[in-house]
C-alpha cells in the first residue's frame, strides 16, 4: 500500500516524472573482533599502493645531483668517493623503486575495494 502512495506521489508531482527505487541489498552480518581483523589486515594491501613514492623520490634526487652536480674534495674525502656514494646510493634506491613496482603489481587486486568486500563475505560463509 505504501508503494503505491509513493507512486501516486511521484505521478502527481509537477516536478518528478517518474520515481524508481533499488533498495534491495546484500545484508552481511559479522562480528567486531572479525572484521577488524579483516580490515587491518587489508591496511597493509592498501599501504603498498603509496609505497614506490619514497624509492622514487630519493632515486630521482640523487640521479638529478648526480646530473647537474660538480663534485670536490670535501670533508677530507676525494671527489671521486662523492660520486661514487651517489653512484651507489641511485643504484640502491633504483632497485628499492623497481622492487617496490613489482610489489604493487603482484598485490594490485588484494588492495581493491571489491577484494576486502569478497573477503568479508566469505569469511562469513565459512563460519
Request: glycine share 2%; net charge positive.
Amino acid at each position: 500500500m505504501e508503494n503505491n502512495i509513493f507512486e501516486n506521489q511521484g505521478a502527481q508531482s509537477k516536478f518528478v516524472d517518474k520515481r524508481l527505487s533499488n533498495i534491495k541489498s546484500d545484508l552481511i552480518e559479522i562480528t567486531h573482533d572479525k572484521l577488524e581483523n579483516i580490515l587491518l589486515k587489508h591496511l597493509k594491501n592498501i599501504d603498498i599502493r603509496k609505497s614506490w613514492i619514497t624509492p622514487a623520490s630519493i632515486f630521482l634526487t640523487v640521479l638529478i645531483a648526480r646530473l647537474t652536480a660538480t663534485f670536490n674534495d670535501s670533508l677530507g674525502i676525494p671527489k671521486d668517493v662523492w660520486n661514487a656514494f651517489f653512484l651507489i646510493i641511485m643504484i640502491i634506491s633504483g632497485i628499492w623503486l623497481i622492487w617496490r613496482i613489482i610489489k604493487i603489481i603482484s598485490c594490485w587486486k588484494k588492495s581493491s575495494v571489491e577484494y576486502l568486500i569478497n573477503t568479508i563475505k566469505t569469511t562469513e560463509k565459512n563460519k
